[in-house]
């Protein structure tokens, strides 16, 4: 079964500066979906980023782009220019496009200081 | 167009109690789904549906859970006799017939006291 690991509970990072949030994959599977989901306090969760694993290209959405490492089965969140707003909860997540669920990680919440 | 609806937002309940969650999808979608997070876990998958059939209830702990989808529109899961260990925030999600990631409600949170 897939499992998806976010190795950091915690994270923070001063507003402008730029953060990476670390989530590692397990999956015997060669097609696959990777996201990174944001659910800020009291508020839904958000749909950050995409990426297909065919896709060689990393995906990248204004300030955030993620590092996808196929043969390592990583898949980093590079937040650049940390506002405020950017505070939250991230929870990477895995999906097997022969099935409908999704695996989450454990999430890494972001803490942004001004 | 509306997002994912959840309601209540919050319920605390005494354990052997019933709470009945809800979930309003966004109109047109005919996959939901819920899920679970524990707190400080992952969150995991409880069930799928399409319109008002159950794809996949899977990840359902155990028959103390019923999940229903009244005419493929809004859902709702109800746990009877909740248990302490029943915690957690209820997460429901929706989407189109794609692959392009879930639109997920705000969730409930769930005490069981």
Known sequence: AQTVTQSQPEMSVQEAETVTLSCTYDTSESDYYLFWYKQPPSRQMILVIRQEAYKQQNATENRFSVNFQKAAKSFSLKISDSQLGDAAMYFCAYRSPSREDMRFGAGTRLTVKP | ?113
Not at chain 2, 33 to 48: A, S
Request: hydrophobic share 30%; charged share 25%.
């Open chain 2, 1 to 113: 167009e509306a997002g994912v609806t959840q309601f209540p937002s919050h319920s605390v309940i005494e354990k052997g109690q019933t709470v009945t969650l809800r979930c309003d999808p966004i109109s047109g979608h005919d996959n939901l789904y819920w899920y679970r997070r524990v707190m400080g876990k992952e969150i995991k998958f409880l069930l799928h549906f399409v319109k008002e059939s159950k794809q996949d209830e899977s990840g359902m702990p155990n028959n103390r859970f019923l999940a229903e989808r009244t005419g493929g529109t809004y859902s709702t899961l109800k746990v009877q006799p909740a248990e302490l260990e029943d915690s957690g925030v209820y997460f429901c999600a929706s989407s189109r017939q794609d692959h392009y990631g879930y639109t997920f409600g705000s969730g409930t949170r769930l005490t069981v006291v």
